[in-house]
């Protein structure tokens, strides 16, 4: 069966710090897909990067880089210097690769106060 | 502008009445799903579509019918809906499923349901 775990369901920071969202996940099958999804307060669901299992590079994008590692099951996302910005929800999801589902985990409230 | 469009945005209504929220993409894409987001429970896949006519169960599927005729559209229908499914939910298209080598869904920009 798979899964994702996020297991931090709140925290706060103040501005300028570094913080890290933790994702774990779960499946047998050896092929698979990684995702992060930022959803602010106004609600809509906004696409941050996709992973495919046999891509271990860590990613850098800005102030957000991700770390991926199979041999924990991890998808970890670190934004780097917070902003007031990045306050949002922030979903893992699981694809698996010719299997028609998508699985989320059940997110991490940030609040990134000034 | 490449979009996933939802209507009603927030409706209220009361147990056992039918209700359908709407789904369109103007993407073409082929794969398109509805999803429930609860809290603590993220969100879950209801059911999806894979193209015309090609539909199938997601997680929870209890209470809800989809139907594909067209490939732009996939209302989500709720035919005696309960207090249980007041959430929030949203679609999502894809060019194809997201178990593709490149594909990334695009959601819709949710509908906000209370069933008194």
């Known amino acids: 069966a798979q899964k994702v775990t996020q297991a931090q369901t709140e925290i706060s920071v103040v501005e300028k710090e570094d913080v890290t969202l933790d994702c774990v996940y779960e499946?047998?099958?050896?092929?698979?897909?990684l995702f992060w999804y930022k959803q602010p307060p106004s609600g809509e669901l906004v696409f941050l990067i996709r992973r495919n299992s046999f891509d271990e590079q860590n990613e850098i994008s800005g102030r957000y880089s991700w770390n991926f590692q199979k041999s924990t099951s991890s998808f970890n996302f670190t934004i780097t210097a917070s902003q007031v910005v990045d306050s949002a929800v922030y979903f893992c999801?699981?694809?698996?690769?010719?299997?028609?589902?998508?699985?989320f985990g059940s997110g991490t409230k940030l609040n990134v106060k000034p | 502008e490449a979009q996933v469009t939802q209507n009603p945005r927030y409706l209220i209504t009361v147990t056992g009445k039918k209700l359908t929220v709407t789904c369109s993409q103007n993407m073409n894409h082929e794969y398109m799903s509805w999803y429930r987001q609860d809290p603590g429970l993220g969100l879950r896949q209801i059911y999806y579509s894979m193209n015309v006519e090609v539909t199938d169960k997601g997680d929870v599927p209890e209470g809800y019918k989809v139907s594909r005729k067209e490939k732009r559209n996939f209302p989500l229908i709720l035919e005696s809906p309960s207090p249980n499914q007041t959430s929030l939910y949203f679609c999502a298209s894809s060019l194809r499923p997201p178990s593709g080598a490149q594909e990334t869904q695009y959601f819709g920009p949710g509908t906000r349901l209370l069933v008194l």
């Open positions: 499946t047998r099958d050896t092929t698979y897909y």
């Open positions: 999801a699981l694809s698996i690769y010719n299997f028609n589902k998508f699985y």
